[in-house]
């Protein structure tokens, strides 16, 4: 469809690679071809009479133009996507719509494996693809791309809206035959002890645990850092380590590992779990039902 003589189908791909800035980046979020890209950047090029972003190294920078037309883009897409959206019905028991949430593998474990039994029989066709989180999840929610994220209230963009979704606590967990829960676990002996920390995904990010330990300022011997908090109960059977993980997590691995739970021996903040969504999806039927769906199932 053609507006102005601009293909409408272009504003899709110049949204894509304002933010992106790469074409085979966005030839694969749009599954188009390189040359494909390529051709429509020249296109958008001819259209607008400008270079709209140059190539150095393997990256694209946008030109001052291209930055003007960025927000205006932005907004364009999300008014589209605001608009179908608000018109479009969801039938849970007919749709086999992809849900794509940015969400953690403790919250997979938490939250969307419950969900998923809970929808079983009303939405036998709905499909989750979950994305877990990075920078590049961010940007994927930058972009319309994902229809809600998960995440702790202070790892949340300022950009969009959110809600609370649930209330976490962290609680201490050792293999069930560390002395440290049979003689009682106070601040002292749990600073002494090895413990196994977590790092999140390539960038290495700072969980909410390990965020708010460091500002209780005493040092911890740190023995095994894992990259994702479901692998971090095996890490601990069979060792003197010990670990601070999220309640409902916790609970989880004592039925199927030999482990013991001991609350926390100082005072340690709640995590809030929020439900962050693209402005494009707040009227979305379809988001509305499976937030409704999660909270019903935690």
């Not at 749009?30 to 890209?37: F, G, I, R, T, Y």
């Not at 694209?60 to 018109?87: C, H, K, N, W, Y």
């Not at 997979?108 to 969900?115: D, S, T």
Request: glycine letters at 4%.
């Amino acid at each position: 469809m053609r507006f102005k003589n601009l293909d409408l189908n272009l504003l899709v791909l110049l949204s894509s690679l304002l933010a992106t800035r790469s074409v085979s980046e966005t030839g694969r979020r749009l599954n188009l071809s390189q040359p494909a890209v390529s051709a429509g950047l020249g296109r958008l090029r001819d259209y607008f009479n400008d270079p709209l972003l140059v190539s150095y190294g393997r990256r694209m920078a946008p030109t001052a133009f291209a930055q003007s037309l960025g927000p205006m883009v932005d907004r364009a897409m999300t008014e589209i996507e605001a608009l179908v959206s608000a018109t479009a019905e969801f039938d849970p028991a007919k749709s086999e719509r992809m849900f794509r949430i940015g969400v953690s593998d403790y919250l997979c474990m938490v939250a969307i494996a419950p969900l998923l039994r809970e929808i079983h029989e009303e939405a036998p066709g709905v499909k989750i693809n979950t994305f877990p989180p990075s920078e590049a999840v961010l940007q994927a929610l930058d972009a319309g791309e994902l229809d809600l994220i998960i995440n702790p209230e202070e790892f949340l963009s300022p950009d969009y809206p959110s809600e609370l979704l649930f209330e976490e606590r962290h609680v201490v967990v050792g293999w069930a035959e560390n002395p440290v829960f049979q003689t009682g676990l106070d601040e002292d002996a749990y600073f002494a002890a090895g413990h196994v920390a977590v790092a999140i995904g390539r960038e290495r990010r700072v969980a909410f645990a390990e965020r708010h330990l460091n500002k209780l300022r005493r040092a911890r011997n740190v023995e095994v850092v894992a990259h994702a908090f479901a692998m971090v109960p095996w890490l601990l059977v069979g060792t003197h380590r010990l670990a601070l993980m999220h309640e409902r997590l916790a609970k989880l691995c004592v039925q199927s590992l030999p482990l013991a739970i001991a609350p926390l021996p100082f005072e340690f903040p709640p995590m809030r779990q929020m439900v962050q969504l693209h402005p494009s999806r707040e009227a979305d039927a379809g988001v509305a039902w499976l937030i409704a769906a999660l909270r019903r199932s935690l």
